[in-house]
């Protein structure tokens, strides 16, 4: 069960009159398990389109044991989306495919899309968290990881693999044209082999990458899409109270690490925080895992959504 905030913040005043010790503790037992489903609202849909529910999920790291999490990631089907999309680093451990079908339970029975991340190909390996600071594009691949048995799963029960495809399908009545990269991290982005037009006449324009890289993002909104769901900040996962995140573990700005931005002026931008972490890294502080429930409406037409420029955030977010 998920910390409710106020007790988050009595923890977190607790933690830091006792130090460094204590703040640390606070971050792995207590923050790294606060799970938590944030909701927003996003005017992303064609003019007249009925509103679409979006489960957003992203960067879940599973190992076999990690129970609590496994019941959390069971319960979000009671949310009811109407489609779920999943951005990738879904493992942490070589036998951890089971444990992540057996979570994701009923929501693989809901339409779903998704693309990977490097921890779904690569295991985590010990690194200098310093690293992350001094040489954000530094990379040390762990043991290969059965990414294929995982995309087997999911594509069995349904869901599409946007890796570097293009697919128009149907959800609640709504045309959906949906694109996506491998992941631009570790340099498997491969634009050009979704690169076009997307589909004037669907009620939605979906682009998925794991990282949102602004070469990508850029790509997806020069061809006209109009919202991209990305993962792997894990939100800064380490934040400062009232400044954010100190890193983004990308070429993104730290004031995107998490939540809906514009990107350009028709784009929206949507980055999960993640529900996981590396085992090597398991604390988080001032960033509670999450999954995301959005709910998409039409886009205003005329006035100033015209005129948005990168940087300028939705304001309608609340967390449950």
């Known amino acids: 069960m998920a910390a409710s905030p106020a007790l988050t913040r009595s923890l977190v ?6 130090g460094p010790a204590a703040l640390l503790a606070y971050g792995t037992i207590v923050e790294r ?8 609202t996003m005017p992303v849909l064609a003019p007249g389109s009925s509103p679409l529910r979006v489960l957003h999920i992203s960067d879940i ?3 076999p044991g990690q129970r609590r999490k496994q019941a959390w990631l069971r319960d979000l089907v009671r949310l009811e989306p109407d489609l779920v999309v999943n951005t990738g680093d879904n493992l942490a451990h070589p036998k951890a495919v089971p444990a992540v079908v057996q979570a994701l339970g009923d929501l693989l029975s809901v339409p779903g899309v998704f693309v990977f991340g490097s921890n779904d190909y690569f295991g985590p390996r010990l ?12 990379r040390v691949y762990g043991t ?6 995982l995309r ?21 009545g709504q045309r959906i044209a949906a694109a996506g990269v491998d992941d631009p991290h570790i340099e498997r982005d ?6 076009g037009p997307a589909g004037p006449t669907a009620n939605l324009r979906l682009g998925l990458t794991h990282s949102p890289e602004p070469r990508v993002l850029d790509r997806f909104a020069g061809d006209g899409y109009q919202l991209v769901m990305a993962g792997h900040t894990h939100g800064g996962q380490l934040c400062v109270p009232f400044y954010g995140a100190l890193v983004t573990n990308c070429g993104l700005d730290r004031s995107r690490a998490k939540g809906p931005s514009q990107w350009g002026a028709h784009m929206r931008l949507h980055v999960s925080a993640g529900i996981g972490t590396s085992p090597f890294a398991p604390v988080r502080f001032a960033c509670r895992p999450e999954a995301t429930l959005l709910t998409l409406v039409p886009a205003p037409t005329g006035g100033d959504d015209s005129r948005s420029t990168r940087g300028s955030t939705q304001p309608s977010v609340s967390a449950r």
Do not use: C
Not at 33 to 40: D, G, L, M, P, S
């Open 13 to 18: 005043a607790a933690s830091a009159a006792l």
């Open 144 to 149: 290969p990881l059965p990414w294929q048995d």
């Open 61 to 63: 790291h599973m190992r």
């Open 127 to 138: 690194k200098n968290p310093a690293k992350y600071l001094t040489k954000p594009t530094h």
């Open 190 to 195: 491969r634009y050009d082999t979704i690169a």
């Open 152 to 172: 087997a799963a999911f594509t069995e029960r349904g869901w599409l693999d946007l890796t570097h495809n293009r697919r128009e399908f149907e959800v609640a």
């Open 33 to 40: 398990n606060a799970f938590v489903v944030r909701e927003a």
